[in-house]
């Protein structure tokens, strides 16, 4: 079994400034994947960012990034020059091989201030 | 140019009744899904389909079936509505079961029994 923990229901940040989102997880898996995807009001969830647990590399996009400790199983995400637009729901994803479906963490609602 | 849609974006019955839920991809994918999003955002797979062959079936109630008359397609019916299924269902899809791949999701069908 696969499981993916967000401890922070609620999370808010000033315009322009950075916040940090935590996701833990556990799989007994070696070749899986972490996402984030994002869901503003509008209800749309759309894919932030992926990372491959193989890939040491962290995953970088635009002002998006990840800080993936593997032996931790963290995944956080930071957001840099937070905008009015990144308020969203914020989920955390796993998808490994052999459980062949995505399976999300409860979830941070993040509010960006003006 | 909507890659996932879903029909109708709201659904309100009365309990007992039975609906249906559609959904249809233009993206060429293989592989399709149906989520449940419950009043607390929690996000959960329901079936995923391969190739219009039912993949995953989760702890269900038998009152849920997924119909997938052609791989652009998987519809959601459901029978004997009863007020613990209102929730926002979403369709998603990828282009396969590896676990590497992003789901695109539609935008989702807020159903209400009442």
């Known amino acids: 079994a696969q499981t993916v923990t967000q401890s922070q229901p609620e999370m808010s940040v000033q315009e322009a400034e950075t916040v940090t989102l935590s996701c833990t997880y556990d799989?007994?898996?070696?070749?899986?994947?972490l996402f984030w995807y994002k869901q503003p009001p509008s209800r749309q969830m759309i894919l932030v960012i992926r990372?491959?647990?193989?890939?040491?590399q962290n995953a970088t996009e635009n002002r998006f990034s990840v800080n993936f400790q593997k032996a931790a199983k963290s995944f956080s995400l930071k957001i840099s020059d937070s905008q009015l637009g990144d308020t969203a729901m914020y989920f955390c994803?796993?998808?490994?091989?052999?459980?062949?479906?995505?399976?999300f963490g409860s979830g941070t609602q993040l509010t960006v201030l003006p | 140019d909507t890659a996932v849609s879903q029909t109708p974006k709201y659904l309100v019955t009365q309990m007992g009744n039975d609906k249906s839920i559609k959904c249809e991809q233009n993206?060429?994918?293989?592989?399709m899904y149906w989520y449940k999003q419950d009043s607390k955002k929690f996000l959960k797979i329901m079936f995923s389909?391969?190739?219009?062959?039912?993949?995953i079936n989760e702890t269900v109630p038998n009152r849920f079936s997924p119909k997938s008359p052609d791989k652009a397609h998987l519809n959601l019916h459901i029978n004997s509505l009863e007020l613990g299924d209102s929730a926002v269902y979403f369709c998603?899809?990828?282009?396969?079961?590896?676990?590497?791949?992003?789901?695109?999701f539609g935008p989702g069908t807020r159903l209400t029994v009442l």
């Open positions: 998603a899809s990828s282009q396969g079961l590896g676990p590497y791949n992003e789901q695109f």
């Open positions: 799989t007994s898996e070696n070749n899986y994947y």
């Open positions: 990372q491959e647990a193989y890939k040491q």
């Open positions: 994803g796993l998808s490994s091989g052999s459980a062949r479906q995505l399976t």
């Open positions: 993206l060429g994918h293989d592989t």
């Open positions: 389909y391969n190739n219009k062959e039912l993949i």
